[in-house]
């Protein structure tokens, strides 16, 4: 497995990973008084950081044995 087959796999369980971060995230936010902006401003950017990675994934070809089509 080369490294591009490697990011290919990855990248999915980074964006899985983070999801759950995110959500919970927004679970305690509804309890963390003044720093509820925060966690759901972490929330955020932990979404943003999801499509960002997702299009990397895209760009990687998600499998496709020709990474640069769709470039």
Do not use: C, Y
């Not at 990973?17 to 955020?44: I, V």
């Not at 999801?50 to 470039?71: C, M, T, Y």
């Amino acid at each position: 497995m080369n490294e591009i087959e490697k990011l290919r796999v990855l990248i999915p369980h980074w964006v899985e990973h983070n999801q759950e971060h995110a959500d919970e995230f927004r679970r305690w936010a509804k309890t963390a008084g003044e720093a509820t902006t925060n966690l759901l401003a972490a929330a955020e950017a932990m979404q943003q950081v999801n499509r960002i990675l997702e299009s990397a994934l895209e760009k990687l070809g998600e499998g496709n044995s020709d990474a640069s089509q769709g470039s």
